[in-house]
């Protein structure tokens, strides 16, 4: 999102200027970002991970079969390839995914960003990238956690939440062209 966008943009002027305070309360929001995205997610079955999984299970004779499917449905979307050489090709944001991959992931990157900013070195992208393997997306694909296949929340109160929450800070959003009629979904903000 354009609001994700801007915070990410603060980090470097915060990284340079080896501000850790600054780094940490960006960092923070970024990551409040992420769990509000998996909240809205995380009401419509459409935008699950969890079905996505389920799914994949339901093809397999048996339990090993199961596992097999699972394994490579979790790295289609996540780490494709034998040893993850296409990184995030097929990459979604589902609820569910972005709570237990993602978020990790960027947790990671900003422990990172800190601890050079605190020892006045810069990013090892290369120890980042090694780090995120091996405790992130290596686990995460041979795991079987389950996810839920149902809807978590009702989508148009948690939409309003976070509306609340960013619109104070966000831009100024263009009003559709549209007759308020024809709007469809716009109704329920009016």
């Known amino acids: ?3 994700f966008a801007e915070r ?3 980090l470097r ?9 600054r780094v940490g309360t960006v960092g923070d929001a970024l990551l409040q970002m992420i769990d509000d ?4 997610l995380s009401t419509d079955t459409n935008f699950m991970l969890g079905p996505w ?3 994949a299970r339901s093809w397999a004779s048996t339990p090993e079969e199961a596992r097999w499917l699972e394994f490579n449905a979790r790295d289609l979307i996540t780490r494709w390839g034998p040893n993850g050489e296409v990184s995030d090709y097929a990459a979604r944001a589902w609820g ?6 993602h978020k990790p992931r960027w947790t ?4 990172r960003l800190m601890d050079g900013v605190r020892a006045g070195t810069p990013f090892d992208p290369r120890a980042y990238e090694e780090e995120v393997v091996a405790l992130v997306e290596r686990p995460w694909e041979r795991t079987h956690a389950r996810f839920p296949t149902t809807p978590e929340g009702d989508a148009v109160e948690v939409a309003r939440r976070l509306l609340r929450k960013y619109a104070p800070s966000a831009a100024p959003i263009a009003a559709p062209s549209a007759k308020p009629e024809s709007r469809g979904m716009w109704n329920i903000f009016v």
């Open 1 to 3: 999102s354009a609001a």
């Open 8 to 10: 990410l943009a603060e």
């Open 13 to 21: 002027p915060a990284v340079d200027a080896g501000d850790a305070a």
């Open 37 to 40: 995205l998996d909240a809205l």
């Open 53 to 55: 999984l389920a799914a």
């Open 96 to 101: 569910g995914l972005v709570r237990a991959y």
């Open 108 to 111: 990671i990157f900003l422990m």
